[in-house]
């Protein structure tokens, strides 16, 4: 039974840091890609970035050189380094296996994720 934990959400201010995590359990990570996602209120989920099981991150261009992907497989945790954060960053985030990066499928279903709010 797959099943996807993320933490790491609050509340910070724009320029700050948040470092997310995505345990993982009913499934050993480290030949699966782990993708982060995110949904606004109001609007469409996007993806965020996306970790392969070798280890090769991608980025969406709203993030990228502000957000670092990397995994523990030792822990079975993918975890989100959030930096520069801005409040369009703002959203809840959810994370889900891939076969591999690029993939349009998930394995299990989406959990609750975890509230990323960035405000001044």
């Known amino acids: 039974q797959l099943q996807l934990v993320e933490s790491g959400g609050g509340l910070t201010q724009p320029g700050e840091s948040l470092t997310l995590s995505c345990e993982a359990s009913g499934i050993t990570l480290d030949t699966y890609a782990v993708g982060w996602f995110r949904q606004a209120p109001g609007k469409e989920r996007e993806g965020v970035s996306c970790i392969s099981g070798t280890g090769q991150p991608k980025y969406g261009s709203s993030v990228e050189g502000r957000f670092i992907i990397y995994r523990d497989n030792a822990k079975n945790t993918v975890y989100l380094q959030m930096d520069s954060l801005k409040p369009e960053d703002t959203a809840v985030y959810y994370c889900?296996?891939?076969?591999?990066?690029?993939?349009?499928?998930?394995?299990?279903?989406w959990g609750q994720g975890t509230q990323v709010t960035v405000s001044s």
């Open positions: 889900a296996v891939q076969p591999d990066c690029g993939s349009l499928i998930i394995l299990g279903s």
